[in-house]
């Protein structure tokens, strides 16, 4: 049986660019106000009045400074504060998801780059951290839609959804179960951001990203990186969470609630997580073999600047760059299961033959995923 390789990836970037700057201006007007109606509550201690926030303090918070929504009117809107349907969406609940027109676009240019058609693939796995649709299964719709043949599944594992989907196809591939798999992680993250949160309304932004997988020995594919191995790790927590679910429906004048949405404390997570990342890697790397200088660059989730560097500097002894880990959180934000696989395919092009390279995903629940790959 011949190694499997990643032959084709492809990215979907939406259409409204949300600067840090307009959705502070949204948020302090809102908060402003919000603080103003609520004077009395606050002065008897009954409710926290909204700090303000600023550019200035997303920044050095995050290292993000715009991100991409399927809809930006909504969220930065002070008597709204949450995005609208975003164009294209059905209304009637019966057309294809915002979410499956987002992994379609991604999905058509991995296709393209691998050399195929959408009847050349057999497996499609859909693996994001949200869903806008539980069934029917969004990557079955999409298998249809592709005209893809043998199987699908959906799944999640937050933001580490997409190494554990691209882990499960060289599984199918390696047994023989597919023989071309399609792994989509569309992440439409900003429905569920509360944007009136001054510490998490900054944080997300929707993308989508995809990736073909087949046999070495099958692909027509020149630009092609050869998964060499795999490590994955998963560890409960609920630092990262969002309560929303089908519960809401037994509890619905919780619709909306905070709870449902995003929430996570940052600082347990930087000091639980991290670490745990680096122990994995570098398990990883004495399982194989390889060290550290052996890798020509490391394509880390994208969550946090602090968190990346922090990272990166204690495997590598020093300060990273931008050739080491690449950051594309500054022009998209966290998103979410996307964001390792966005920088993988926006700075993999560079590479020659024999060189390699370290995907490495962490988030929510907690889940840690870990692949080695190499340029053929």
């Known amino acids: ?63 993000i400074k715009s991100r991409y929504f399927m809809e930006g009117s909504g969220a930065t809107d002070p008597d709204r504060m949450y995005p609208h349907a975003a164009e294209g969406a059905s209304t009637d609940w019966e057309g294809t998801p915002v979410q499956v027109q987002m992994a379609l676009a991604a999905a058509k240019e991995a296709i393209e780059e691998a050399g195929r058609e959408g009847h050349d693939i057999d497996m499609v796995v859909f693996s994001s951290s949200v869903w806008e649709r539980f069934f029917p299964s969004m990557a079955i719709e999409l298998q249809n839609i592709l005209g893809a043949s043998g199987f699908a599944l959906d799944m999640s ?30 992440e439409y993250v900003s ?17 989508a990203v995809a990736m ?6 099958e692909t027509k594919a020149e630009n092609i990186f050869r998964i060499n191995s795999r490590k994955l790790h998963t560890y409960f927590s609920t630092n990262i969470r969002s309560a929303f679910g089908s519960r809401v429906l037994l509890e619905r004048d919780k619709v909306n609630h905070p709870i449902q949405r995003f929430q996570q404390n940052g600082r347990a997570v930087f000091k639980e997580l991290l670490p745990k990342v680096i122990e994995l890697v570098e398990s990883h790397l004495q399982e194989t073999g390889r060290k550290i200088e052996d890798f020509k660059r490391f394509w880390l989730h994208q969550a946090n600047i602090n968190m990346n560097v922090f990272a990166t500097r204690k495997l590598l002894g020093q300060d990273p760059t931008q050739e080491d880990a690449p950051i594309i959180l500054d022009e998209y934000g966290n998103t979410a299961g996307a964001g390792c696989m966005i920088a993988f395919h926006k700075h993999k092009a560079d590479f020659k033959p024999g060189e390699l390279g370290l995907i490495c995903s962490f988030g929510a629940s907690y889940s840690i995923g870990c692949i080695e790959v190499e340029r053929l």
């Open 157 to 186: 594992m937050a933001c580490s959804s997409a190494t554990f989907g691209i882990s499960t196809a060289v599984d199918a591939i390696t047994s023989g179960m597919a023989n071309k798999a399609l792994v989509v992680t569309a």
């Open 212 to 217: 073909v997988l087949e046999r070495e020995t």
């Open 191 to 207: 429905p569920l951001v509360n944007f009136e949160d001054r510490d998490s309304h900054f944080i997300f932004g929707d993308a």
């Open 1 to 63: 049986m011949s190694g499997v390789v990643i032959s084709g990836t492809g990215v979907y970037t939406p259409p409204d660019a949300v600067s840090n700057d307009a959705l502070v201006e949204s948020y302090n007007t809102y908060a402003q106000k919000w603080n103003a109606e609520n004077t009395a509550a606050i002065e008897a201690g009954n409710l926290t009045a909204k700090d303000q926030s600023s550019a200035a303090f997303i920044e050095k918070a995050s290292g």
